[in-house]
Structures are given as C-alpha cells and as structure tokens.
C-alpha cells in the first residue's frame, strides 16, 4: 500500500573518486556478514577482465547481505567521471549513500562529481575516511576538505548532518573515532546504514518496477535488474512495460532473483524496496523501463544522463593488413555490436554517417571510448578509429566546448613546468594548496587541451605526479589550443623491418617499432624530433660485400621502441591519421597510405 514502510530493508550505493577502495570496502562487508568465505579472492565485485587488470570498477554491480534481521542491498559504483552514466542510473535505486575519502590524496574531482549526483536525488550521506592506516594520512585536513564539499554542493541543511566513520577497508577495520579503537570489525558500519539510511517507502498502491541496468542470458533471454518502488511482483504475473508515454504490450514474468553476495538467488516474489532480476521478456527492453500492473501503467521518470562530450569515427579496417587477425570484419557485424553496447551503455551515442562503413560514436571521454575498444578488440574485432573530437555546443549563437575540472597533486619543485604546460592548453587556475614537500593545484581546462596531456604530465613530473579530472561544463569556446607539435616518421615500403634500417632512423626521432616487425606503406612507425612528417624505408639492408672496413661494423645498439597502447594513440594521432585496431595488434597509420597523394 501506498506509504507503507520496509522497516528491515536498507538500499545504499557506495560511491568514491577513481581507486579509493569502494570494491576492496564491499569485499570486507560481504566477510563480515558471512556472506563470502576468504577463498573466494579479492576485490570479487570487479568481475569483468578489463576491471581486474586495472583495478578500476567500470560497470555498476549489485549485492546484498543479511546482517542481523536486516536485509542490506549493496551498489558498488565506478568513480572514474568517464563512467558517470553508470553511477546516475544506479544511484536512482537507494536511499542512502556511503561517500569513501582516502585520507591521504583527500576530495579529488571524482569525490566532488560523484557526491554531487547523490546529493543532487536527495539521498541520506555516510562519509567514511577510508586507509587511515596509510603513512601519509592526514586526517585533520581531509575532514576539512569533506566539511568545505558538503557545505558547497548541499541541497538542504539536513544533507550537513551526517555520520563520520574512519577505517581501513583493506584492513577490515571501521570506528567511529579516528584514534580507535581499531579491531578488525566492521560493526560500526553497518550500525550506521541500519540507523541513517531510511527505509524504503511504498510510493504507489500499484506495482511499479524500475529497470536500471540490463543483462542477457542465452536461456532466459532479456534480464531487467533493478528495484522495486512500490507493489509486489510475483513468478507467472503478468506485466507492461512502459516508458514516458509509450505502453509496450504484456509479459508474463518467468523467474525473480535476489541478489546475496555474488549469488542471485530465485524467488517467488519480491516487494518494494527489493533490488532484483527478472526474466520473461520477448521483446528487449530498455533501461528507463517500469514494469506496471496490466490495468495501471504508472511509469517512473526516469533520470536524464549527462550528455557525450567526445566523439570519434569508427570504420572498416581497410589497411593492406586488414583479415589477418579478426574474425569480425564488416561493417554489418560492427554495426551490430555497437546497436548492442547501446542497450546496457546509457552515455554512448551512436550515429550513422554518409558511409555505410563508417560509425559516429560519442562518449564521456577517452577511458570511455578506450575501454568500449578494448572490448571490441578482445571479441576478435578489427576496426579503424579516427582521431578523438570534443562536441561542440551552439548557446545563444555562440560556441561553446566542454570543459574539465583538473586537480594535479605534484612535487613543489615541478609546479613551474606543469603551469606552462598547461597555460598552453587555455587553462585557468583555480586554487593551489601548498603540503609538505607537493602541491595541490586545480584547475578550469578545455576537454580538447587533455588530449595528449597524460604523457607530457608524466615526462613532465618523472611519474610523481597525480592528475585527476571530471567533467565541469560547458564555456565560450576558448581559442586555439597547441596540438602535437612533432611530425611522425612514415613508411615508405612494404615488409620487415630490419635492425640496420631503424639503425640509421633512431636519430631522427622516437621508434614505434622493433626490428623484424611487418610494416606497410603509409604505417607510423616512429614520432619525427621536428615538426614535418618524414617518409622513411624501414626495411632498407645491408648491402653485403666481400670487403671488410675497420671501425665502420660497429654492432647495432637499438634503443627499445615506445609501446603505444590504445589511450596513448588516442592522445598521439591527429585528424589526418588512423589507429588500425586487432586482437593482436594496434597501428598508427595514415589516412591517405601513398607518400605521392599525401602530398
């Protein structure tokens, strides 16, 4: 019935910045509940290959314990701002939120995105000051910092009155005072979601089900996860699905999972306040879908994701090297797999243009777009990938372009070169915090001044350095901005490389080869040391003779060419070349492969 509470359930995302150990925190609350057993590994949420390599949460998972008589359900969200869509869908599901801080990096851009979206739905704050057990903690000021955010981004006075719990997520401790006690619990945890967090409240009389993320089996067909807001639904009811004002036709639903740990568990029926699978679905679905009862369609709105700000042109492979690695090579296959990444992926667009071979795909950003690839790659996909464009907007008549709020943490003796760098790339300084021997400094800059900035920042600091940013908004367009000012080192034949040849180029610039490396004309292979592209023959040989010369034999020393993985590409290549993508190969190359029609 309409207003009626679950007083034993309790719905809770946790959101964090990028590596603050919300997966590694859910690992712990899953032990501590019972729910898991140690030899089950670590960080088990992260079940997809890429997030384990590196260990970034990219899609949104759900879980659950029972702690006591209380049923917990548990959202673990991504806190790389690239993968925003991912955490407003989810975050539409509960009540209440736990924000994790580390204590020693502090609120970066991702800490400041993500608690925004939260605040933003009216949802109850936990704040947990997370690897407190780190050297360079410093407790005091990442308090500060929390008490400076809230008071920022706060949508009333109650959303400043919270919980603050201290602890180690790695080390399975949580306490309720900074100075301890520090046993190996996680009781005070989970006392707080139990007395902060509201229980879920009936909204409707009628049934109504809100789909926030989908999921396919092959015997069960279309799967609908996400919660139920009022109702009850039960195995063999029939249902509508609706959308805005769209009513699509009924379906019978065939089987209810809950989910506990890593378990979906199956059930007869679920009530409001149940974050759940269902099954019998004929047609597909999407997300944004509310599953009603057949006489009281009574669709939930359903949360506008940011837009795309950043696109790129996905194609055929047509490179002389195109069909030795994939198996999936055309464009209706690529079409095919980008129409289903659209179903589950809420921030990507997909647009066709004037070629049926090629494909607009816009995303939140370079990780966005890069991770999407990857995938694609390891599915056995060979694609072409243009240069990454940042989407332009027209306000009142004038251009406006995306822009990114950048904070760098940086030893204080780089600052100066960092600030040139990025007063070259139209930034705008916003606050410089000075700590011990580093800096902290923020930072307005367009999207299109990022582009290419992770290497330089990394030469630039020898690796000290930390740079974090998130989507800030949209700014008169700011002027032109310095691209790559290197040319690149282009073949001109087709075959092997060979050790003398790239003997002779490595003064010209920086080798993107080995020797014995097949190459084709019009292929990069290296970065020029100046400005202009630069046709070179990679597979030149040593012409042998009878004749020995003193001194002139020297042995080849090769310097070890740069790996160029696909972010690096997408940051290195310029409007007029191409990243050629395989399963066991990525390229650089030029658009027009002849040296004669370049000119």
């Given at each position: 019935m309409?207003?009626?509470k679950?007083?034993n359930?309790?719905n809770?995302?946790?959101i964090?910045?990028v590596d603050?150990?919300?997966t590694t925190?859910?690992?712990?609350?899953?032990?501590?509940?019972g729910?898991?057993?140690v030899?089950?590994g670590?960080r088990?949420?992260?079940?997809?290959?890429l997030e384990k390599e590196r260990g970034?949460?990219?899609?949104?998972?759900?879980?659950?314990?029972?702690y006591g008589?209380?049923d917990?359900?548990i959202?673990?969200t991504?806190g790389?701002?690239d993968?925003g869509g991912?955490v407003?869908?989810?975050?539409?599901?509960?009540?209440?939120f736990l924000?994790?801080?580390?204590a020693?990096?502090?609120v970066?851009p991702?800490?400041?995105?993500?608690?925004?979206?939260a605040?933003?739905?009216?949802?109850?704050?936990?704040?947990?000051i997370?690897k407190i057990?780190?050297?360079?903690?410093d407790?005091?000021r990442?308090?500060?910092l929390?008490?400076?955010?809230?008071?920022?981004?706060?949508q009333?006075?109650?959303?400043l009155?919270?919980?603050?719990?201290?602890g180690?997520?790695?080390?399975?401790?949580?306490?309720?005072?900074p100075?301890g006690p520090?046993?190996?619990?996680?009781?005070?945890?989970?006392?707080?979601i139990?007395?902060?967090?509201?229980?879920?409240?009936?909204?409707?009389?009628?049934l109504?089900f809100l789909?926030?993320?989908?999921?396919h089996?092959?015997?069960?067909?279309p799967?609908a996860?996400?919660?139920v807001f009022?109702g009850?639904?039960?195995v063999?009811?029939?249902v509508?699905?609706?959308k805005d004002d769209v009513?699509?036709k009924p379906?019978k639903?065939?089987k209810?999972?809950?989910f506990?740990g890593?378990?979906r568990?199956e059930?007869?029926?679920a009530?409001?306040?149940?974050?759940?699978?269902?099954?019998?679905?004929t047609?597909p679905?999407?997300?944004?879908?509310?599953?009603?009862e057949?006489?009281?369609?009574?669709?939930?709105p359903?949360?506008?994701?940011d837009e795309?700000t950043l696109?790129?042109?996905?194609?055929?492979n047509d490179?002389?090297?195109?069909?030795?690695?994939g198996?999936?090579?055309t464009?209706?296959q690529?079409?095919d797999?980008?129409?289903?990444?659209?179903k589950?992926?809420?921030?990507l667009r997909?647009e066709p243009t004037?070629?049926?071979d090629?494909?607009?795909?816009s995303?939140?950003g370079?990780?966005h777009l890069g991770?999407l690839?990857e995938t694609?790659?390891r599915?056995g996909?060979?694609?072409?990938?243009?240069a990454p464009?940042?989407?332009?907007?027209k306000?009142d008549?004038?251009?406006?372009e995306?822009?990114?709020?950048?904070?760098?943490?940086v030893p204080?003796?780089?600052?100066g070169?960092?600030?040139?760098h990025l007063?070259?790339?139209?930034a705008?300084m916003?606050?410089m915090v000075?700590?011990?021997?580093?800096?902290?400094?923020?930072?307005?800059?367009?999207?299109?001044?990022l582009?290419?900035?992770?290497?330089?920042f990394l030469?630039?600091?020898r690796?000290?350095?930390?740079?974090t940013?998130?989507?800030?908004?949209y700014q008169?367009?700011k002027g032109d901005?310095i691209t790559?000012?290197k040319?690149?080192l282009?073949s001109?034949?087709?075959?092997?490389t060979?050790g003398y040849a790239?003997?002779?180029l490595?003064?010209?610039?920086?080798?993107?080869?080995?020797?014995?490396e097949?190459?084709?004309?019009g292929?990069?292979?290296?970065e020029?040391?100046?400005s202009?592209?630069?046709?070179?023959?990679?597979?030149?040989g040593k012409?042998?003779?009878?004749?020995r010369a003193?001194g002139?034999?020297?042995a080849i020393?090769?310097e070890?060419?740069?790996a160029?993985?696909?972010?690096?590409?997408?940051?290195?290549i310029?409007?007029d070349?191409l990243?050629?993508?395989?399963?066991?190969?990525?390229?650089?190359?030029?658009?027009?492969?002849r040296?004669?029609m370049?000119k």
């Open positions: 309409k207003n009626e679950r007083t359930v309790r809770l995302a946790i964090a910045h603050h150990g919300k925190l859910v690992d712990k609350m899953l032990r501590f509940a729910t898991l057993d030899a089950q670590a088990v949420m992260d079940s997809n290959a970034i949460t990219i899609l949104a998972k759900n879980t659950g314990v029972t008589e209380y917990i359900n959202v673990d991504p790389h701002s993968f991912e407003e869908r989810t975050l539409q599901m509960v009540e209440g924000l994790l801080v580390d020693a990096e502090g970066l991702g800490t400041r995105f993500v608690l925004m979206k605040l933003a739905l009216n949802l109850r704050p936990i704040v947990l997370n057990d780190r050297p360079d903690a407790i005091e990442t308090e500060g929390i008490s400076d955010l809230f008071l920022d981004l706060a009333h006075s109650d959303q009155v919270f919980p603050m719990l201290y180690s997520g790695k080390q399975g401790f949580i306490s309720t005072s100075t520090h046993d190996i619990t996680m009781k005070p945890l989970f006392d707080a139990i007395n902060s967090i509201p229980a879920p409240v009936s909204k409707s009389d009628h109504q789909t926030t993320s989908l999921d089996s092959d015997f069960l067909g799967i996860i996400g919660r009022s009850e639904i039960k063999g009811q029939q509508i699905p609706c009513v699509s379906t639903i065939t209810i999972y809950m506990r890593l378990e568990i059930a007869n029926e009530k409001f306040g149940d974050i759940i699978a269902l099954t019998g679905f047609e679905l999407t997300i944004g879908t509310t599953l009603c057949l006489n009281h369609p009574e669709p939930l359903y949360i506008t994701v795309p696109s790129m042109y996905i194609s055929v490179s002389p090297f195109n069909g030795q690695d198996k999936l090579l464009s209706r690529i079409k797999r980008l129409e289903k990444e659209l589950t992926n809420v921030a997909v004037d070629s049926a090629v494909f607009k795909v995303g939140r370079q990780l991770i690839l694609m790659r599915e996909f060979e694609v072409q990938v243009s464009e940042v989407i332009y907007k306000i008549g004038a251009k406006y995306p822009i990114e709020y950048l904070v760098v943490d204080t003796d780089m600052q070169i960092v600030m040139e007063g070259k790339k139209k705008e916003k606050n000075h700590y011990g021997e580093r800096v902290r400094i923020e930072f307005e800059v367009p999207s299109r001044g582009l290419g900035f992770r290497s330089q030469t630039d600091t690796g000290m350095g930390i740079a940013f998130s989507f800030h908004g008169p367009y901005i790559r000012t040319g690149a282009v001109m034949e087709t075959g092997a060979t790239l003997d002779a490595q003064p010209r610039g920086i080798l993107f080869v080995g020797p014995g097949k190459v084709y004309e292929m990069i292979i290296g020029h040391s100046r202009n592209d630069l046709d070179v023959n990679p597979t030149k012409k042998l003779t009878n004749m003193s002139s034999d020297d020393r090769l070890p060419p740069r160029m993985d696909l972010e690096t590409c997408m940051e290195w310029q409007p070349e990243i050629e993508i395989t399963p066991s190969h990525i390229r650089l190359r030029k658009k027009v492969l040296a004669s370049r």
